[in-house]
């Protein structure tokens, strides 16, 4: 009892340790880059129009804000990426799970949805337009196609790569079956799984930016960095790309990282605790 204690304080320790170190960089990243803004701004390399500086920026924010478009604007997108998300985990998934069980279709999907990955999201943006419209259900066609594949191909390339002798080992143990799939090959799996996630969500968060500026739907940070284009509004354009990586930043660094950090603990995988 007292030794997984100690081990609990261990992870925890070194948990606090690397979140802490992290933090650090990160502050000291974004000041630095703050600085070298505002440096720019002050020697006029490019025109105030063009460049506006980060109190600028920080005011346009302030205003989207207290006039609530941008939260309108931030709660619509976020909604438009969970759905999009959660059908390109579904979809994948089941699909990755149907190339394993049948060897040829496997074999020819794993091909095509390689190429159908390298498509770039903004080219499905016109035949969702012409096949569904500008609408909600355009913009999550586009969000789904661009992110489905990665989840479909880790789960195909994460389980067809199991070492065989992890599988002979669990069947001359007695695992077969359900039993086998949930025991042995989804926790040897699941590096592949969650880097493939973390790659859809990625794929995913891009294309559905760039269909929300040209899917018009009057609604959305996509719409918001349209209407600063349209009025060579810079100020509005960065501040809405400052959002855009926060919400990134913070979904990576809250969000996928602790559930890796948590499956990895659950199956064991997180050697360095070990050491």
Known sequence: MEIEIKNSKRKLNFSKKIINKDTLSLVTFIVAF???????YILEIFPKISLPSPLSVGETILELLLDFTLVKAILVTLWRLFLGFILSITLGLCIGLL???????????SSFAVGLMSFPSIAWIPFAILLIG????GILFVVVMSSVFSVMLSTYSGIRNI???YLRAAKNMGAKGFSLFRNVMIPAATPSLIVGMRQAWSFAWHALIGAEMLITTLVGLGHILAIGREFSNMSQIIATMIVIFTIGLIFDRIVF??????VRDKWGL??????
């Open 99 to 109: 190339m394993i069980k049948f060897r040829q279709f496997g074999k020819t999907m």
């Open 163 to 165: 070492p065989p002798i």
């Open 134 to 137: 500008f609408n909600d259900f």
């Open 34 to 40: 703050l600085a070298l803004w505002q440096f720019i």
């Open 270 to 275: 997180n050697q360095q605790h070990e050491q």
């Open 257 to 262: 990282i602790k559930i890796e950090e948590k």
